[in-house]
């Protein structure tokens, strides 16, 4: 009883962003205690002196992780740490979960345990509660429904929106290293699924393996922040990309940007791998997504209190031009700075 | 590289209320501003001196919708009014959803419209603000999932478990209309698929249908008892069916329960459908489901502030005895209650 289609609008010809803002664009902050709705990495609301930060994430199986090569109980531990990425890239400390569920019929009750055991020690080892969620059954293959909500103070805590001109861009960690992991997976699986008998070669490929399918969420980096009585100015999580995460920094906070590419951290092993796959590991780096690092901007004048830290990297500068989002490569040419992050929809 | 199946066990033995809690059974309450976890309709959350309340629900696709007879707008209306019926069913007032969709090849632009013009509409309508969620791809059908954030102070908040010897029971609205709505839809359906030139009749069934394809969640009556400084002892809203969800309330609470079945409120039309499929209409009211109705208990001392209101219903009474939960029939037997409610996973 639905219309058949006419002439509608193919979703490729927005793709995941330009949908969301254009279906969303209603969306205000009417009730009194929103304080940030759509448009950031996580919801902000007010129940009293502390803020609560809500993020929620929907991982489907054929589109965000694939059973042949991901351990179930992996897939737990990933769920709930993309999550809680997403309230540390708000500044804030996330306290609690929720897991929801479609099942299919392939899946029995000691896949569904092994899943939770990753759920367990994720939450073990970031001291947040699982406090909900339920299970139903799907038509198809796994889905999995993770919402985490933290809290802070309201001074600390830091948008997509506030990043100004003269700001140092940092990041934490390295880049690309999840991507290139990916790429190894997927590789083994294509041989395997050409000839049985293979065994997949996994040796030598630890750390890319590691950040792919066990990313990390970084803590530490808030914790740092509050030791320090550092707050930056504008903060997000790495997962489409440095690239397109840097550019939604600049969109939101109407500001551009200059990025020094050979400043751009990459892991010794992911260099490796890059080059196994004949790509270059800058380009991997900027565009491979899933890397759950926090990239952040601090006002020029906290510089010192940032540069020198281990596993902090200063990547560039906000400038005021808010059309001028620049690459400056190592010869010192200036290319554009575009998004090619994973775009799930094209 | 999953082991195969060996002795596995199905999670059909298990059920879907089952299953969960045996996956959760290790989940505490650890973090210090985690007031309830798993296991009522909501978690409870401490931020500052006001509770904030949340709840999630993930809708599937040829499980818990089927867009041959569910306009997308009903369909993102319900889909949020749910979600807000849990809130309400802490005694807590909702203030932000965030929506996350997967989505098909065979959506458009212009469906996704439909639907976010139901989730805008049950936003103005019960005053709260969408605040996050995104779009991705998914395989096969459409995925929705939404989280409800809601806040209360912490001494009006009404859980499952606070059921007490002497407590009436109390329904508002009326059970089994829902229900009979779905049996309609599919019947109507059904006729179609047989033969195509077969147009749907469903004139004389819009109280059902109406009840089925867009029920609204009970603000009123949350709002009502704030007026009436009136605080429920246990509360919970009506989503598996009558007998299911008080048998929730009474293994939450340790208590048991007799329940009048000639009480059970049920609406004209719905009765009239019920025996139109040979249905006792009782049966269906216990069973249903979908009804999203707010089920309570009150103590016997507060039933004069209860007794005559329009739109709620005593239905019997709390007992101490926690293994006697009896359905008393209109000739004065009891009957053991069971719970028959929709359990997605048999």
Redesign the interface.
Known sequence: ??PE?GK????S??G?FR??E???R?????????V???GDD??V?R??????V?????L?????FN???T??KHLGYKAVVVNLSDVYAMNAVP??V?V????SGK???????EL?EGV?LA?EQY???????????????L?I?V?A?G?SEPEKLVYRSGARPGDLICVSGDMGAAYLGLQVLEREKRLYEADRSVQ?KLEGYDYVLQRQLRPEARRDVVEFFRKEKLVPNAMIDISDGLSSDLLHICHRSEVGCRLYVDRIPVHDEARKVAEEFSMEPETVALNGGEDYELLFTLPGAQGEKIIGVPGITVLGEIISEKDEKWLITSGGNRVPLTAQGWN??R
């Open positions: 009883m639905r289609n509608k609008t193919p979703i010809s927005l995941e949908l969301i254009h279906l969303t209603w969306a205000g902050t009417n009730h009194s205690s929103t940030k709705g759509v996580a919801a609301i129940h009293g002196h502390r803020h609560t809500v993020t929620t994430d929907l489907l199986e054929g589109i965000h059973l042949v090569y351990p179930l306290g609690q929720t929801s569920l479609g099942i899946f029995f009750v000691e896949d569904m345990e939770y367990k939450c001291g947040v509660d699982l406090v909900g969620g339920d299970v139903s059954a799907s038509m198809t293959g889905i429904s919402t909500v809290e997949p799930q929809i």
